[in-house]
């Protein structure tokens, strides 16, 4: 079934020019269309921690839902972003422990926050990217606001989050 899922990872974070709400923006491997999610800020903070690699001096939430998985001998292997609905998108984590394999729902930022952590892929369902406001740089019939403003970003606006 993963046919239907296309391996992304992470193109940068940034914010929102008009709503200042943090943006988390996705690439697919050949960078042919970039997703971009709304995200909250305590969310954004945890993803450019990460991306970052900064430590903490104390585990934060996403660190500890990883130690917590980590001592139940379970481990993440994927993270999906499986479903659009009312412009909301919705995740799964894929965690295994012993024999069983578990679809955990989560909220996109979640479940990319856990992906860095344990190193598990990140994928969204064709669905998803079939009904989302996606980038491609090349579509002449994309929204010309949306793809001016995504072209105008420097690599600064994709770069370090700053908080």
């Given at each position: 079934?993963?046919?239907?899922?296309?391996?992304?990872?992470?193109?940068?974070?940034?914010?929102?020019?008009?709503?200042?709400?943090?943006?988390?923006?996705?690439?697919?491997?050949?960078?042919?269309?970039?997703?971009?999610?709304?995200?909250g800020i305590f969310e954004a903070n945890?993803?450019?921690l990460q991306l970052e690699n900064v430590?903490?001096?104390?585990?934060?939430?996403?660190?500890l839902l990883r130690n917590i998985i980590?001592?139940?001998?379970?481990?993440?292997?994927?993270?999906?972003?499986?479903?659009?609905?009312?412009?909301?998108?919705?995740?799964?984590?894929?965690?295994?422990?012993?024999?069983?394999?578990?679809?955990?729902?989560?909220?996109?930022?979640?479940?990319?926050?856990?992906?860095?952590?344990?190193?598990?892929?990140?994928?969204?369902?064709?669905?998803?990217?079939?009904?989302?406001?996606?980038?491609?740089?090349?579509?002449?019939?994309?929204?010309?606001?949306?793809?001016?403003?995504?072209?105008?970003?420097?690599?600064?606006?994709?770069?370090?989050?700053?908080?």
């Amino acid at each position: 079934m993963t046919s239907d899922l296309v391996p992304m990872s992470i193109k940068g974070l940034m914010l929102d020019p008009v709503s200042n709400s943090p943006i988390v923006v996705l690439k697919d491997e050949e960078e042919k269309f970039f997703l971009p999610i709304w995200v909250g800020i305590f969310e954004a903070n945890a993803i450019a921690l990460q991306l970052e690699n900064v430590a903490t001096p104390r585990p934060m939430t996403h660190d500890l839902l990883r130690n917590i998985i980590a001592e139940l001998d379970a481990r993440v292997t994927r993270v999906v972003i499986n479903d659009l609905r009312d412009s909301t998108f919705f995740a799964q984590i894929r965690v295994i422990t012993g024999g069983r394999t578990l679809e955990v729902d989560a909220r996109p930022s979640d479940a990319i926050a856990l992906a860095l952590r344990t190193e598990a892929p990140i994928f969204v369902a064709q669905t998803v990217l079939d009904q989302a406001q996606t980038i491609t740089p090349d579509s002449e019939d994309q929204d010309e606001k949306m793809k001016k403003w995504f072209d105008s970003l420097s690599p600064e606006d994709l770069g370090k989050y700053k908080m």
